[in-house]
Every structure is written in structure tokens, then in C-alpha cells.
């Protein structure tokens, strides 16, 4: 992870301070900070990090390193910026498979907008961090998906084990763009701030075909509502229009009123009760309705924990009861739409067809894939999930170095490939088995 440099956490420190000391504080010379070289410098580094791919303009980082350089391009970039005739381009419209079969939008920023956006991120991202409800998680400075799971755990250890699970419709394409401009506004009164922000928000969204040939699908200055998934800065500003909701339940103390404790990463939102779940879904459904956005009644369950269970940030959650003292406790593990993925991604890595790759690459990914899902998952209540994964990673390399070895008898693979060379002689990545987290089993 990047280090921010000392000049910009100094920057940051102040406006966060600023911030959390004055409620009411409205910012009004911002924008001449958006471009200071030091920060879009470290702007570029960030989306660098991210690896992004290019946008409708086809640029991508290495063109833009071997050709004008990254000194020129934030020269340009700056300029642009500080004489106000910055223009975002269109945003690349990308369908991402889903696991269920469907295909969710993603937009592409151009790099040069993205650094733009991130230097905008980096500035004003310290003044609304200042005003967030600690019950929200998502795309938040020192917060994790693990801290939210723990604040599900330690509501339901308190008796709040009925759980609506809330959908919302849609939600990044249906924010409206007045109201969110309205809740930046509410602490950012620096025109070109708000403007540039605006321009982003309208920019067209372009579709490229197979051909190469592009056309507009979306977006523009008509469009009133939506932010694309993909943009650098709509992460924060879609945290920041649903914290509306998080700030009504905290001031009008729902959670006392009604027995009922929100969590919130991003837009996947739980509320947690224990009076019964009827007043605080209707509440939820009247806040959301004020908001502009639609609960997917479809989609949103309500489950009694110690009866069902129900899924959150990838994992699996239900009221679970000791073997030894038949105490409940809140039992968390990886849900099996978690598992699968990861099965899925390490049974293509082992492929027949992948034979013909050096060894080592084959093992290197696998190792990489497993490490990442690892760091996640090993968490809480993982011991069985992580046996799981551990046997199926060891079957599949197996297999595939039978097929490698054109040994067709599964029991003379078995023979020849021991679990123990997997590991020593070809660096097999070994998952661990134990959770890490001992007291999250109930003794």
C-alpha cells in the first residue's frame, strides 16, 4: 500500500480537524489544492496502483510512460485544471459477469480523468470522512469489512438476532444528482469543486462493440441521476448520499426508539433488531422513499438468526450454539457462494489446457489466488471452510500434474504426487486450518 507523502496528511490532518471541530464549517478554498503537483503526483501513483484498464480514449499508463512521460502528462493535466478548461472525456461502458449469469455495468474512466478525480478524492475526501456515523464501513479510511461483520456479531451477542437483510434498486444509477450536490454542498461551498464534481457526474457514458466502433448510451447533461461504478471518486460519493440514512437513524436514536441497530458497508445495509423487525423496515422503506431510492422488496429478507442465516460481505452468519456448553453465539463463516468462487478460480488455474504453461507460473497463481481469498477468509468461524479449500487446492494440483505426467491412474497419481511434495518440492501455497480468532467459537 502507498504511503501517503507527509505534506498531504498535513493538508489532511488540518481539513479533518477542521471538520470535526466545526459541524457547520463550509469549505470555500479548496480547488487550488487539486492542483499542487505534490498531490496529483501522488494521484497518479494511486490509480497506478489500482491497475486499472484504459478508457474510450485507449491511453493506457505504459503509453503514457514511454511516450510524453508522467511529468508532462501532469504538467498538461495541472494546467488544465488551475486555468478551468478541464473536461472529462465519456466513460467506457463495461459489462463484468456476475456469478448468478447476469452482467453488471461498470464505467471507465479515462486515466487522466481518474487522476483528476483522485486528486479531488484526496482533498475533500479528510471533510466528509470528519462527518461519517461510526456504524458505516464502506470505503472508509481504517475501516474494514471485518470491522463491520464484528459490529453485526457483537449487536446479535446483545440480543439483536432479527435481521433485515435491505437490497436497494439500483442504487448507483439511481442517486440523484440535486440531492447528492446538495449534501456536498453542505460542507463544500467552493464553486469549481462543485462544478468539476457536476461535470463528472454528467459525463456521457460511451459504449465500444467488437468493431471498435463507439456510441453514446447514457449520461450527459440530461441525466439527473446515477454515478458510474468504475469512477475513481463514486465510492465516496455514493457513501456519502447514503449516509443520509445512517445520520437520521443516529439523530433521531432509532436504534433506541425501535430496538433496531444499523450496519452499513456501502449499499449493503443490515438492520439488526430485537422488538421485531415490522416498525423499523417501515421506517427504513419511509427514510429511503425521502432519499429517492427503492428497496428491492424482492430481494430483502427478513430472518431470525437463531432459524436462519444470512449472507453479508461474503460471509455466512447465524446464531450458532456451542457443542461443549450449548451457548448461542454468533457463528460467522465463509457462505458457499464464497467458496465456490474460489473453487471455480483455482479448478481453471489447474485446467487440462493450462499443462502446456511452465509449472511454476501455474503454481505461482494458484498461490496468489489462494493467498488473497485467504487473507479475507481467515477469519472467525473458518476452520471447516479453510479444510475445504486446502483438499480441493491439493486435488487439483494433483490433477494437473497427472495430466502433465500423462499418468492416467488416479490411485498411481496419488502415489507419485504426495501431499507433502506439493508443498515442498513444488511451493504449493499450504492454506491454514485453524481459525485465527480462537474465541469466535463459542467453548
Known amino acids: ?194 462544478r468539476i464534481i457536476k461535470m463528472w457526474l454528467k459525463a456521457p457514458v460511451m459504449e465500444e462493440d467488437k468493431d471498435g466502433k463507439k456510441r453514446y448510451i447514457g449520461g450527459g447533461k440530461e441525466n439527473r441521476k446515477g454515478t458510474p461504478q468504475g469512477g475513481v471518486i463514486s465510492p465516496l460519493l455514493s457513501n456519502l448520499y447514503l449516509h443520509l440514512l445512517d445520520r437520521i437513524w443516529e439523530r433521531h436514536q432509532l436504534e433506541k426508539k425501535l430496538g433496531a441497530h444499523i450496519v452499513r458497508y456501502a449499499d449493503d445495509i443490515l438492520v439488526l433488531c430485537r422488538r421485531g423487525t415490522e416498525r423499523p423496515v417501515e421506517m427504513l422503506r419511509k427514510i429511503l422513499a425521502r432519499l429517492e431510492l427503492t428497496m428491492n422488496e424482492a430481494k430483502t429478507r427478513n430472518v431470525n438468526a437463531f432459524k436462519g442465516k444470512f449472507d453479508f460481505l461474503g460471509f455466512t452468519i447465524w446464531m450458532g450454539k456451542g457443542r461443549k456448553t450449548g451457548n448461542h453465539y454468533p457463528h460467522v463463516q465463509p457462505s458457499k457462494k464464497s467458496l465456490q468462487t474460489i473453487k471455480d478460480r483455482v479448478t481453471n488455474l489447474t485446467a487440462r489446457s493450462r499443462t502446456i504453461m511452465p509449472l511454476d507460473w501455474v503454481v505461482n497463481e494458484v498461490n496468489a489466488t489462494v493467498r488473497g481469498w485467504v487473507g479475507y477468509f481467515h477469519y472467525r468461524n473458518c476452520s471447516k471452510a479453510m479444510g475445504h479449500i486446502r483438499h480441493h487446492v491439493e486435488q487439483r494440483l494433483i490433477t494437473h500434474l497427472r495430466k502433465r505426467h500423462k499418468v492416467r491412474d488416479r490411485k498411481t497419481g496419488y502415489a507419485r504426487f504426495k501431499y507433502r511434495a506439493l508443498y515442498e518440492r513444488y511451493g504449493l501455497y499450504k492454506v491454514p486450518t485453524t481459525a485465527v480468532w480462537k474465541r469466535a467459537h463459542a467453548l
Open 1 to 194: 500500500m502507498l504511503t501517503t507523502p507527509e505534506n498531504i496528511r498535513t493538508l489532511q490532518r488540518k481539513l479533518y480537524r477542521k471538520a470535526k471541530q466545526e459541524k457547520a464549517y463550509r469549505f470555500y478554498a479548496l480547488y487550488d489544492k487539486v492542483y499542487r503537483a505534490d498531490i496529483l503526483g501522488h494521484a497518479y501513483s494511486l490509480v497506478r496502483a489500482n491497475k486499472g484498464s484504459a478508457g474510450i480514449d485507449g491511453v493506457t499508463f505504459e503509453a503514457i510512460e514511454t511516450g510524453e512521460g508522467i511529468a508532462a502528462f501532469l504538467a498538461e493535466l495541472g494546467e488544465a485544471l488551475k486555468s478551468k478548461t478541464y473536461r472529462p472525456e465519456p466513460v467506457k461502458r463495461v459489462m463484468i459477469p456476475k456469478t448468478n449469469g447476469d452482467k453488471r455495468p461498470l464505467g471507465i474512466p479515462t486515466i487522466r480523468d481518474r487522476v483528476a478525480q483522485m486528486a479531488v478524492k484526496l482533498v475533500i475526501e479528510p471533510i466528509f470522512e470528519a462527518d461519517f456515523c461510526e456504524t458505516s464501513y464502506g470505503f472508509r479510511l481504517k475501516k474494514s469489512a471485518h470491522q463491520a461483520v464484528d459490529d453485526v456479531a457483537y449487536a446479535m451477542n446483545r440480543g439483536y438476532t432479527e435481521i433485515i437483510d435491505a437490497d436497494l434498486s439500483k442504487y448507483f444509477d439511481t442517486i440523484p444528482h440535486a440531492n447528492l450536490m446538495a449534501v456536498v454542498a453542505e460542507r463544500i461551498s467552493d464553486g469549481e469543486i462543485l
